[in-house]
């Protein structure tokens, strides 16, 4: 019984402490600008944009999985390591994925091509 009630509270602290629900009036502040991006964690399988190295092949990262987010045609992937620009629209506000690129093996010194992410992301914004 007590390492059951043990882990129900450790349950409820993580989505206590995950979800910022600690206190205050119960309403979030809203960010209405037009680039907002979608609330979506690293792992949210349930998002649209969630994506995997078994969803999209070649996979060009070195985690493996996240979600892709677009506003504006700026298509972001997000892990728990950050937020990173894809496309050259994106970058304007985040940085670019170079520390979890992968590098192409048929091609030393270079990475694997963004463009199936990419355009999977940007189907996100229809």
């Excluded at 944009?49 to 992937?77: D, K, M, Q």
């Amino acid at each position: 019984m007590r390492i059951r009630v043990t882990a129900v509270a450790a349950a409820v602290f993580g989505c206590l402490a995950l979800t910022g629900c600690t206190g205050g009036t119960g309403t979030a502040d809203r960010n209405t600008t037009e680039n907002a991006e979608p609330a979506t964690t690293q792992g949210d399988r349930d998002s649209a944009g969630y994506v995997t190295e078994r969803t999209i092949t070649p996979w060009p990262f070195t985690v493996a999985s996240g979600n892709l987010a677009c506003a504006g045609e700026a298509v972001t992937f997000i892990t728990a390591e950050g937020t990173y620009g894809l496309n050259s629209r994106a970058r304007q506000k985040h940085p670019g994925p170079d520390p979890i690129w992968a590098g192409d093996p048929n091609n030393p010194g270079k990475n694997i091509s963004l463009d199936a992410v990419i355009s999977r992301g940007l189907e996100l914004c229809k």
